[in-house]
Each structure stands twice: as C-alpha cells, then as structure tokens.
C-alpha cells in the first residue's frame, strides 16, 4: 500500500520496476540506477542529527526552513520516511525552460534617465541572482568600465565548483578567443540573455552586483531537476544574507506536474524562503497558453464525459495527470486508438498495469495529501520497445457521487511533447507552470509591447478571493516579444515569458535600491515591494483588470515609485 507520507508521484516510482523508470519521462527522474538510490525533497522538524547518526548511508543536503535533500538508497526509503522527523517527501520534478524596446515600454527609462531626475535607479547596493544556464561573464554587459566583474559568486552545479570575484576576474585576464575556462560558461546563451535584461550595463539593474548560478543538468535529458532550484535558491540568499544586501532572484523555468494550486514542496519552499531575508523572487508564468497541455470541465452526475487525447507518432513516453476533489466519486476508463476498451483505474493505492500491443500504461488512483487538497489519477504510458501507440486515445469519465465536479488535466510541457500531441479540446485556463503559483513569488506574464496586446503564449493562472483580497496569478505583464538582446553574433529577438521576467526582476533591484539601500523604506521587499509593483501596473488598453494573463496590467515602474 502506499506511504502516506510520499507523494503520488513517489509512491509510483517505487513501485515501478527499473526497466519502467528507464522508459518513463518522469519516473526515473532523481533515481541513479548505478547506485540504486533516489535524491529526494524532504520537509522535516526539528533536526536530522538523529537521521544521520542512524542511517550513514544517506547523505544530507540541508537547506533553509526546515527543508533538505537527501540521498536514500531505494532499500532504506520507506524507514527513512517514517522517522518521526519528517514531515512529507517528494521527488525531484524536470524542469523546462520558458522560451519562445522592453525599457521604455516598462516606464523604467523614466526613472533613470535625465539631467534632473529626482531617482536615479541603477539597483546600486543591490544583487540580482539569475538561476539558469549560466553565464558569459565575458561580456562587457556585466563588467565594470574597468573590465572588472559585477559578479559575486558563480556556483555552477555541472562542476559542484564556486567562484568569488577574484577567480572571475583573473579568469577574465587570462581569456583568450577560447572561452571555455572562464566560470560559468552558458553554452545555451539563455541565462545570458535574462542576465543581460535584468542587471545587463543594457538592462535595467546595470549597477547591481550579480550571483549566478549554473543549474546542473540531469544526466538522461539535459534539463535540471528541482532539487537543483532548490538548492540553488538556497545558496543564493544565504549569499545576499552574508553580503548583507537586498536580492532581486530571476527564475525562468517551469513544470507541470502538480495541482497548480501552489501546494508542492518547492513552491512552499519558495514561500518559505521568500521570508528569510530582503529579497523578491520573480517567477515566470511559462509558455503553455497555446498549447494542448491542459483540458478540463465539470462534471454532472447524470452525464458522462470522454477527454480525446492525440498522441502523434515516435513519442518516447507520456503521462497524464487527472487532479479532481476527493470527495467526488468518479471512475475512470482508458480506450485505445482501436476503440479496445482497456478497463478501469483501479482505486487501490497501488500501481495497476496494462498491457497493450507494443506498450505498457502504469495507472495510480492516489490520495490527497497533508500539502495537497486535491486527489490525482496518475496514468503513464511507457513503450516496451521504442514508441508508444499513437492515434487518439480518450479518457472516458463517469461519475458516481458528485458535489462539485471540477477535475484538470494535465501533460508534460510542451518542450517534452512532439507535435501534434496534446488534447483535441484545450483548456488554456491554468497553463501557468510550477512553481510560479508561489503564493510569494511575484508571478510573470508577458505581453507584446509593440502591438499593447497580450502574448496568446503566455501561461495563464487564477484570480481567487482569499479573507476579502484577491489573489492573482500571474501579478503583472512584462514585455516577452520580440525582446532584443545581446547574443553571441551582436542581437537576437527572443520571445517567452523567460525574458519578460528579467524586467520585472530588475525593477525588483531598484525598488530595493530606493527604498532600503537609500533609506527611503527599510521594508521594500516581499509582499511590500509586490504591492507596490501591483499598484504601478497599468492596464493593456481594453483589458479589464485583475485578468488571468496579464493580472493588474504591464509594468510600469515609474508609476510604482512615491513621485518626488
């Protein structure tokens, strides 16, 4: 049966065979068949002294507020999570990038430009940190006039290696046309163009010392695990904590698996970590707005309903997530491409298979958890061969006591999916990806400056009343096409939510640089500094605010700043 104090996700991957993990995109992430153990998000009280002194064959990551990554061998799972201490356990998620005349657009110019203009706002006193691929820490983008580095500290996770300033800067003297010693190299160029955008001498935060960090990159695919965002949130704020500065944090990447209610470990961690020190996490909202991702409805006692999937051919794997309340009663049938119905999901907590041609469909009917409200019916599609069936496969769902009825859909993000995959009748309602449901992060969206219109890419989240607020997800627009930025050739033209952000993480640093460095409001961060970005918003023309695209409207941060 499974253990209630691990995820759904957790409790599957363990009762999956290795051969299963090896074929699915998402049950082997965070298991090292090699040495046959799992790294692992834990939340615990107290301390893990005991753990260690008890099991020395795992080995402990601590992190902020009571979180931590372990390393358990596969056989000491189930007792290390029934140790007294811990509190709740997932496993690590792949993340996914979000891609796809920002300035003057965001009102930024406007507040530091000009012979006689009363801010002055470069983020000067501040750090921004970028979480990401990396750095060119050659670019004059983030030197000084000097040729010295703005940067403080490089911890690039594919080496497990920190640099300070000083090994930066001699590394930068040393350079040659061969770049490939100089720390933190971005072979990929998008942690450079975000860092450019954001504390770029061309972005907006061009005065602001810099933390990057490298994301490690997971051995199967190329894409980094949360545990690695994690711990790299972590490193980042008890860095800004040393240095003793105000942090403005940029994250561009994303997930779907979850309820996207802001319930997973990371984005409690995240909210948690939000209240540790001066600092703004900006977050965006992803690029799943057009895709086929995400379908779901509401369902009536009376009424069955069948949700159509596509899966076009050579895919690898799949899964589907369906998130519904617990106390509705429902079942659900899978039918194959040949109309061969393949039976119900069995509501056992354990992992049901069946077998079908050329492949083989793991099914899960979980439970809600301590951190979840919601209750998840987990299928995985794994090949026996190569690919998986292609052709329309459709969930039937019938329902059997009803009192509210809503249930969501969700598959991998787009990045991970072929074309043509996805369900015949999207929803583009939640597409916002994990973890920008934060409730402490300042959630992105973007929109095309040129035209004033918002970007149809752009992952929309929720507008919920809570004691008489509203909470809104994403908070606010930033520019995210068409977005010119430096590349390795002179200029590119990027577009996603991925670069958006990076304006709202600037203005972060210099809402901090006039409030806290100059003394103006020493509690300009967190929930204060959202406010504050919330009230300067501007509405798209025609749109009415809060919306679940754009939030309160695009940025505008001279309209967020007490006018002199």
Known sequence: MADQKLENLLNISLQATKEEREKSEELGIGYDPEQNTWELIVRYTGSLDGLRIRYPQIRIRELLNQYAVLIVPET?????????????????????????AGKAASCINAVQQGMNNPFGLFGKGTIVAVIDTGIRAESMEFRNA???????????????????????DEALQNETKDTAGIPGADVLGHGTQVAAIACGSSGVAA???????????????????????????DYVVRKAIDYGKPLAVNISF????????????????????????????????????????????????????????AVSSYETGLSIQIWKDYWDDIAVEII??????????????????????????LTYFGEPSPFRIRQEI??????????????????????????????????????????????????????????????KAVTVGAYDAGTGSAAPFSGRG????????????PELAAPGVNVLVPSVSGMARVSGTSYATPFVTGSAALLMEWGIVRGN???????????????????????????????????CLKNSLPQA
């Open 462 to 473: 929720y507008i919920v009343e809570i004691g008489g607020s509203l909470m809104v997800k």
């Open 521 to 555: 409001d020493a509690f300009l961060y967190g929930e204060k500094l959202k406010a504050y970005l919330i009230k300067g918003a501007e509405p798209l023309a025609g749109a009415a605010v809060p919306d679940t695209q754009t939030g309160w409207g695009r940025l």
């Open 146 to 168: 000097d040729g010295s580095t703005r940067i403080l500290n490089i911890w690039d996770q594919t080496t497990g290696t920190e640099y300070d300033r000083s090994q930066i």
């Open 378 to 439: 987990y299928i995985d599609m794994i090949p026996q061969t190569v690919y998986i069936q292609s052709g329309l496969w459709k969930l039937r769902l019938i329902p059997r006591s009803i009192r509210n009825g809503r249930y969501d859909m969700w598959l991998p993000a787009q990045g991970a999916l072929n074309f043509g995959t996805g369900f015949t009748s999207p929803d583009s309602a939640s597409t916002f990806t994990i973890p920008s449901a934060a409730a």
């Open 254 to 309: 994303g997930n779907n698996y979850g309820d996207h209610t802001g319930s997973s470990l990371l984005e409690n961690f995240i909210n948690d970590i939000a209240d540790s020190w001066k600092c703004s996490i900006c977050i965006g909202s992803g690029n799943e707005g057009l895709g086929a991702v995400h379908t779901g409805g509401t369902l009536t006692e009376d009424m069955e309903e069948t949700v159509e999937l």
């Open 207 to 233: 005065q602001a010392d810099i933390l990057v960090v490298k994301l490690g990159l997971a051995a199967k695919n190329g894409f980094p695990r949360t545990t690695q965002l994690m711990e790299a949130l």
């Open 76 to 100: 000491l799972v189930d007792a290390v999570s029934q140790e007294t201490v811990i509190e709740y356990v997932e496993k690590p998620k792949q993340l996914y990038f979000e891609l796809q």
């Open 336 to 361: 194959a491409p040949s109309g061969r119905n393949l039976g119900r999901i069995q509501e056992n907590s354990r992992v049901s298979r069946i077998r079908y041609k050329d492949m083989e469909l």
